[in-house]
């Protein structure tokens, strides 16, 4: 099934080597949830008002779950790890250890104000990172995230490995993405993923998938690909 979203002109996005720095960040430890949210909702107020860069924030979460602005009571199954209400966009997701989460606070004031595009943009971000490694990520007209074929498990079988949910304020992104590299699959058994119930579709990683990947390899995949998709010069990346 094709996706409207991915006929959409990305190149608006694309700055090239002239455009604005964008500020990289990597937290080797786990970052609590409410201590990124209040760090995102601050960098993105100042970047709205000029203050600073965008910023690419690469981090993982200690086990949690969090429901977004589409989210349902039901799709929590068992409160094994805390539950966190967010704005972003989406239903409940899982994030902790192995998952790398990319929260991206950009100004598509001054990019490209579309919503749609800027998604697309995302998913864009994701399949190319995922190419890295020879996996083929999908998009789907009817579920959001990215997703892998999974002929092994039968016919129409799909597996899930990158979820998408993002926030705007005064244009300003915040929230992002995330990809399964090597987390707890069992955890998202505690919860309708996305509010995805189809038994066909379930939730894979990249070690899941037989390959060897680090979090360090999907960094890099991660920083090649942003460029490709979004431009602009990228600063080193600040690690702590």
Not at 24 to 35: G, L
Not at 105 to 122: C, E, I, S, T, W
Not at 157 to 174: C, M, N, P
């Amino acid at each position: 099934m094709v996706n409207d979203r991915q006929t959409l002109d990305l190149k608006p996005f694309s700055q090239g080597q002239s455009g604005p720095a964008v500020e990289w960040r990597v937290s080797d430890a786990p970052i609590p949830y409410p201590e990124a949210v209040a760090v995102m909702e601050s960098r993105a107020g100042a970047i709205a008002d000029r203050r600073a860069t965008e910023l690419v924030w690469l981090l993982e979460h200690p086990p949690l779950y969090t429901s977004g602005t589409s989210g349902k009571a039901g799709d929590l199954l068992e409160a094994r790890f805390p539950l966190f209400e967010t704005g972003r966009g989406g239903q409940v997701t899982y994030h902790g250890p192995g998952q790398r989460v990319a929260y991206v606070m950009l100004d598509l004031k001054a990019r490209r104000p579309d919503v749609r595009a800027y998604v697309a943009g995302l998913e864009e971000w994701i399949i190319r990172t995922l190419a890295a490694f020879n996996v083929r990520g999908e998009r789907r007209e009817d579920r959001v995230g990215v997703w892998v074929a999974r002929p092994d498990k039968g016919v129409g079988f799909e597996d899930k490995i990158a979820a998408i949910g993002v926030r705007l304020r005064r244009w300003v992104s915040f929230h992002g993405i995330s990809i399964n590299v090597e987390p707890d699959l069992s955890h998202f058994s505690a919860i309708v993923p996305c509010g995805v119930v189809d038994p066909r579709y379930g939730v894979t990683s990249l070690v899941d998938l037989g390959l060897p990947v680090t979090m360090a390899d999907v960094d890099v995949a991660l920083r090649q690909a942003f460029g490709e998709v979004f431009g602009a010069e990228q600063r080193l990346p600040e690690t702590g």
